[in-house]
Nanobody, 123 residues
Framework: QVQLVESGGGLVQPVDSLRLSCAASGRTFNSYFMAWFRQAPGKEREFVSF????????TYADSVKDRFAISRDNAKNTVYLQMNSLKPDDTAVYYC????????????????WGQGTQVTVSS
């Protein structure tokens, strides 16, 4: 099992940047596929970004491509989401997710979830 704790959310203005972190417990962090999802009020949870176990492969939703960057530090059991050029449409609760078997953009494939961190982009 793995426990995930997100941090780094907050209130920012449009075009500002934020870096989210997701700290994982356990000694087998590098055996998990990791992803970020987000959910805005009244909307379904949506895929943001995925990173492979080694960090060598990443993918992004079209809405965040070229603005967001996912990375992981397996020595620190942490995955990051660098968010640049933030827009009001990026406002949501951001969740970190992990799974030992599924490398997917579908949130239903992920077994472990953090509690979420709120990101609000507003002037």
């Amino acid at each position: 099992q793995v426990q995930l704790v997100e941090s780094g959310g907050g209130l920012v203005q449009p075009v500002d940047s934020l870096r989210l972190s997701c700290a994982a417990s356990g000694r087998t962090f590098n055996s998990y596929f990791m992803a970020w999802f987000r959910q805005a009020p009244g909307k379904e949870r949506e895929f943001v970004s995925f990173i492979s176990r080694s960090g060598g492969y990443t993918t992004y939703a079209d809405s965040v491509k070229d603005r967001f960057a996912i990375s992981r530090d397996n020595a620190k059991n942490t995955v990051y989401l660098q968010m640049n050029s933030l827009k009001p449409d990026d406002t949501a609760v951001y969740y970190c997710a992990a799974d030992p078997e599924h490398s997917s953009t579908g949130w239903r494939e992920y077994t472990y979830w953090g509690q979420g961190t709120q990101v609000t982009v507003s002037s």
